[in-house]
Each structure stands twice: as C-alpha cells, then as structure tokens.
C-alpha cells in the first residue's frame, strides 16, 4: 500500500508571496491531519480534516493559512501572503485503523520563506 | 509547563548499551501514547503504542505511568542504526497529536 506523499519536498519563496503545499494521503482514509514544525519546536498540530469537512482547525496560525480537501481526497494547504515565520517543516498525516490513533506521516514540504 | 516534555539530550551511548528516556505529559486526561522516531530531515515514524500494562517490541520496551503522568522508552544492544531522535507523543483525545521536542540518541561504535 503507498503511503502518504507529499508535494513539493521543498519550497523557496519570497516573503509576499503564495505557496500551495499539497498532500495526498493513503487512498480510502478519511481522516487527514496537517501538523508544522517550526526551527527550534516541537511538531505542532495545525488541523484535521475528516473527509472534505475540517473537524479541527484550532491549530491554525492566522487567517493566512487556507487548507482544503475537495472531495475528500487530496488536500492542499496555501499560505497567502507568506511571511518569515512560515519558513519549516509542514507535514501531513492520515490515521491508521488501530484503536489509539497511531498516524503515519508523509515525507514533509520544507518551506524556506525569504 | 509545556505538554509534553523530554530530555533534549543528546544521549551518547556506545553500540550494545541500554539506555533510556524519559517523558512527562501535562494533560491528566491523555488517551493514547507513542514514541515516534525521526531521522534528520525525515518525517517522523511511528516506534510503538504504548500501551497501560506496558509493552515490548524486540529490543524496544515503552511503559506508562498515568498517575504520575510519565513514558519511559528502553532501548537494548543499541545499533548503530538506532541513532535517531525519539519524539514522545500523546493524544488528548481530541485525536490530534501533541509531540515533545524529541530527544537525541547517537550511537558509536
């Protein structure tokens, strides 16, 4: 079974303008998560998808993060205008079928924002 | 206090020793726990659950203290190739994972 991907590995952009991170997640999950880790942090929890509908999104930083999943399938998450802060590692995760919610991981988009 | 906490490290142990780590979490009404691993510049993978009575996998042993809120990770015979960071994970039942900032194992031969 393929794991969960990720798109693009990395990314450097200019503080002002706008990125797209995308994920897509083991086929037939619905449970879909998107964590960051800033330089220097621990991983943080940014929000939950459950299907197309955002079940949590309390970790969200500001309103110039936009995530979406159409469908219930993929799920793309912009930042809009990106600023210096934004720069680390944005991870996506789908939930195994255990009953304690292990997740797995996708190999991450490292963002450098400029 | 934050969530969760471990030792940074780095642990330096030579290959064949045990060694272990420590971490505590704030939240008294934490569901579920895991250890991560993640090597640089990787994206963390999922070691073990842990589970209340306590766990092994192979070399791996993970335990719970929920009174006094604490995780415990023993690693036997170290290898080489378990030179890693290991995150210590909880869920707070809201299904979102909260991570520690991970401690670091290097082993030398």
């Known amino acids: 079974e393929a794991g969960v991907t990720q798109f693009p590995s990395h990314s450097v952009i200019e503080k002002g303008q706008t990125v797209t991170l995308r994920c897509d997640p083991i086929?037939?999950?619905?449970?879909l998560y998107w964590y960051r880790r800033v330089m220097g942090k621990e991983i943080k929890f940014l929000l939950h998808f459950v299907k197309e509908s955002k079940q949590d999104e309390s970790g969200m930083p500001n309103n110039r993060f936009l995530a979406e999943r159409t469908g219930g399938t993929y799920s793309t998450l912009k930042v809009q205008p990106a600023e210096l802060e934004d720069s680390g590692v944005y991870f996506c995760a789908n939930a195994g079928s255990g009953r304690y919610n292990e997740q797995f991981f996708g190999p991450g988009t490292r963002l450098t924002v400029l | 206090r934050k969530e969760v906490e471990q030792d940074p490290g780095p642990f330096n142990v030579p290959e064949g020793a045990t060694v272990a780590f420590n971490c505590t979490y704030s939240n008294s009404a934490s569901q579920s726990f895991f250890w991560y691993r993640q090597d640089c510049r990787k994206e963390p993978k999922l070691l073990m659950s842990?589970?209340?009575s306590g766990n092994e996998d192979g070399r791996f042993t993970a335990q719970l203290n929920r009174a006094s809120q604490y995780i415990s990770l023993l690693i036997r015979d170290s290898k080489l190739s378990d030179s890693a960071t290991y995150l210590c994970v909880v869920n707070q039942g809201y299904s979102t994972l909260t991570f520690g900032k991970g401690t670091m194992l290097l082993v030398s031969p």
């Open positions: 086929s037939g999950h619905d449970n």
């Open positions: 842990v589970y209340s």
